[in-house]
């Protein structure tokens, strides 16, 4: 693509910028901001605002051993037997729970009203009375050893030629799907973006008037760059978004927080074949734009989703990186530059798969973009109707 000439790079910033609205990002950038800091910061804010439950624990016939815990946003005080009589007509208002456990390792929870804390007291003290019951048997030091040990199970994974270390640290399929989900925005972005510009300039008559000064292929260039910056853009965003959200589903994780590390190879390539995917898909919806009048009236419009088909496909199989599936779908150009960058976060793909996937996606975009510049020239040619399948054959075929 002829980045390097001067009207190209003009259109593709005229094209960037007649879509970028400085108010409308900033305002998204806010909300993003406002996102990550309370991701941030969500610990100490639902510590603040964590509710704090006061009740007694009375056990029957014997004192209390001292070693149960609640949990930790409930606060349990031992009770007298006296205290327990009273409260069994009536609970006071200072108290949310009154456990009373059993001689038989039972409990009962006296409470004012049903509530989801409950439930996180009840498996508490199942697991507690649990312990006891089983403290209450007749065994020896080796079978008591024996019965609070969880039994071991080794997984034994072979790995050829493989750095363990390294395997550890590569993404999940969860960094696939959510690349197949920015990927989707970005050919949704394109979609819209490409079919509002070309069929606008058309119904309006301006494209005429700009063909006397420059070549349809410049133009088509100019827009498919531009558009593809918009793609990026609105990846990039969405990117952030997830990320924001993960940091605020960390904040309610025992963890706290979430980390991942990719190899700067893996990183660098899979740009490059978002990129290309993204230009070649974007050449692909310019040229068939052209060939469309009237978008709200025409029933070439749903064709324009075809390519979102080897993006959907590729869901069903990014769990999945060595399956041969998923081998042939990360070299065909139509879904490599979604399947390569997931396969690659995932498992160790083979060099000639990575050569030649790309091979195949620079050929292809080379010729979709020569495609899109031959549709747009007919295309133009026709006002007030479309051109028939066999025109759209032809200049395919150039």
Not at 29 to 40: C, F, Q
Not at 253 to 259: H, K, L, N, Q, R
Request: glycine letters at 6%; a negative charge; proline letters at 3%.
């Amino acid at each position: 693509m002829s980045l390097l000439n001067s009207k190209v790079s003009k259109i593709a910033w005229w094209e960037f910028r007649r879509f970028f609205k400085w108010k409308q990002e900033l305002i998204s950038i806010g909300l993003l901001v406002v996102i990550m800091a309370v991701s941030t910061g969500w610990g100490a804010i639902s510590a603040v605002f964590e509710e704090q439950y006061t009740g007694a624990i009375y056990f029957e016939q014997r004192a209390n051993p001292g070693e149960y815990e609640a949990p930790k946003d409930i606060t349990l005080r031992d009770a007298g037997s006296m205290e327990i009589e009273k409260w069994k007509t009536k609970l006071p208002e200072d108290l949310d729970v009154v456990v009373m456990v059993h001689p038989d390792n039972t409990a009962t929870l006296r409470v004012h009203k049903r509530d989801d804390w409950q439930d996180e007291l009840t498996d508490s003290l199942q697991s507690y009375l649990q312990q006891l019951r089983v403290a209450a048997l007749d065994l020896t030091d080796e079978q008591r050893t024996t019965l609070d040990s969880k039994p071991d199970v080794a997984l034994d994974i072979a790995q050829v030629n493989t750095d363990e270390t390294a395997a550890e640290d590569e993404g999940s399929s969860e960094l696939g799907m959510f690349l197949g989900i920015g990927i989707s925005v970005g050919v949704f972005t394109g979609f819209g973006l490409m079919m509002m510009s070309i069929t606008a300039e058309k119904q309006q008559r301006v494209t005429e008037q700009l063909l006397t000064i420059i070549s349809p292929r410049e133009w088509m260039d100019g827009k498919i760059v531009g558009i593809t910056l918009h793609s990026l853009k609105a990846m990039l965003f969405i990117g952030l978004f997830f990320g924001a959200i993960a940091l605020l589903a960390a904040s309610f994780s025992d963890e706290g927080s979430v980390s991942f590390t990719i190899d700067l190879f893996v990183l660098v390539a899979s740009f490059v074949f978002v990129m290309l995917g993204l230009l070649m898909i974007n050449a692909m919806l310019a040229g068939f734009s052209a060939t469309i009048d009237d978008p709200n009236h025409s029933s070439r419009s749903s064709f324009m989703f075809i390519p979102l088909l080897p993006i959907f496909l590729c869901f069903s199989v990014v769990d999945s990186p060595d399956g041969t599936l998923a081998q042939i779908m990360s070299i065909l150009p139509v879904s490599s530059f979604m399947m390569m960058p997931a396969r690659l976060a995932q498992t160790d793909v083979a060099w000639w798969q990575i050569g030649l996937s790309l091979a195949l996606l620079v050929v292809s975009l080379v010729w979709m973009r020569n495609v899109a510049a031959r549709l747009f020239a007919m295309g133009i040619q026709f006002y007030g109707k479309e051109p028939s399948w066999k025109d759209i054959w032809h200049a395919i075929r150039g």
